[in-house]
């Protein structure tokens, strides 16, 4: 099944006494050594019960949402199973996504692990040239990630073919049938070869996911993520909280909720060694006293590290969990999650590290925006709330920084001999008023104490996810809202009503009118496709809209709606066979793509 790797360092796939190591799945030694060049430690759950039936050939129908590392677990499989030295030639693998977004995302994993096997990966959607796709085609991949719709279009036209797949991966199912994909999967799939090994990842299990499963797949392995509750007692006492922020903003996210949080000494989580070292840096370079702990680090290095923060010289602790596992540090008042854990048992583990002895603790998770629903399986697993925060701004900021001293000096009253600065104060007060001598005093505390202080002015944007409706007030429950215009952007919301059922823009513009204090100037450009319409609004206004239409029946029927999930729409790939896209004709409301 697989040559015997020969990995260099023995920690780089896992310490000795973990619950398993990348090098027990059975993965090839340039499998190996990409996840090691990665800093990934040791396998995620999912990969752990994954990989080894993958790799053995059988179908798969797994319960896993984004997050949990659930494309490393296919894609390695797949990639090891892939013939040695293929030229040219029509794909071995096929893995079909929701949107274009993850048809790159994948295709990058695809590569990233693929790097050293040479595999030759195409990503292909809709809204990308055609013409480059038909040419890397002709040239011969191996594995095409692609979006249903263009998937179709190329087989249509001759130019995907699948006669050689082994493999189909149907990532994100839930998604793709609430996308109205479901036609186009089925059209799909009766290309596909009888004889091939079918994979199926869904974060939910509906009863239509669970019979596309009988259709197409055979005796497959079962996986599902999510475990039992920890037991009740076991809970710690710990604060809560998320953020949602995007990648780019994280570092500055960290900073900010570490100022506002004060922590006495945190340990910041994050999933790979080179994620560690990266944000080492970048928080070093920000002024906080951060040290790296991960695996591969000698015993000594990492009593080092900890002493430092014991001593506290140190104040911030970035780590891998198998780095951080069996450390215990008295001080310790904060958790953060940098992204949130690929599994619940893991977040209760991390978090488990705070709150002891009956002493409050703090858990902070920094979530992306597609994090979201991770965050919800967490909650249901742990039974747990986790509060969504607003990021602290600018103000907050400087009013938490004006507390802190004023608590600093409040101490210093108290507490320190002041008697030797005396004389400074008299000589002074000769000059100035003392109110004025002890402003100036104040001010230079304050500079001293909080450095950094002055640069970290950045506007961190805030992600909004689903708040509940606000109230209304007036005669007829509605109230205007002033309009925002488009200054904080647009996003787009999805209903799955389109075409077929009779919707035209107007009847989505009375839908949303009707239904909220949304007025028609705010509502951007409308594309109405066979199955569905795209929506665009304010970002400020989504979750009026989403709760809004959800709430109504559009030409007599309810539709799914909800926000987007690429945030620009995929309608040129999942509109196929000619469906096309169309605008009200008014003067507005006109196609912007
Ligand atoms: P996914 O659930 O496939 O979207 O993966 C989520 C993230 O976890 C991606 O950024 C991966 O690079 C990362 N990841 C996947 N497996 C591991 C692992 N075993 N160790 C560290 N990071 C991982």
Redesign the pocket.
Known sequence: MSSAPTPTDPTAFGGPDDGGA?VDLGLRAELLHA?SA???????P??REAIPPLLAGRDLLGQ??????????FALPLLQRMPDGRAGGDPVALVLVPTRELAV?VSE?FH?YGKDLGARVLPIYGGQPIGRQLRALDAGVDVVVATPGRALDHIARGTLRLGELATVVLDEADEMLDMGFAEDIEAILEHAPQQRQTVLFSATMPSRIDGMARQHLTDPVRIQIERERPVAGEAPRVRQSAYIVTRAHKPAALGRVLDVESPTAAIVFC??REEVDRLTETMNGRGYRAEALHGGMSQEQRDRVMGRLRAGTADLLVA?DVAARGLDVEQLTHVVNY?VP?APESYVHRIGRVGRAGREGVAITLAEPREHRMLKTIERVTGQRITVDKIPTVADLRTRRLELTQAALRESLLEDDLEPYRVIVESLSDEFDLMEVALAAVKLAHETTLPGAAEEEEEIPQVAVRPPREPRTGATGRERRPVRGHGGGTTQVFVGLGRRAGVRPQDLVGAITGETGVSGRDIGSIEIADRFSLVEVPYALAEEVIAGLRGSTIKGRKATVRRDRDGEGDLGDRRTGGRERRSDGGDRRRDQR
């Open positions: 990348f996840l990665l800093g990934y430690e040791e396998p995620t999912i990969q896993a949402a984004t997050g949990t590392g659930k494309t490393a677990a995302q994993a990233r999933r790979s891998t992204d690929s």
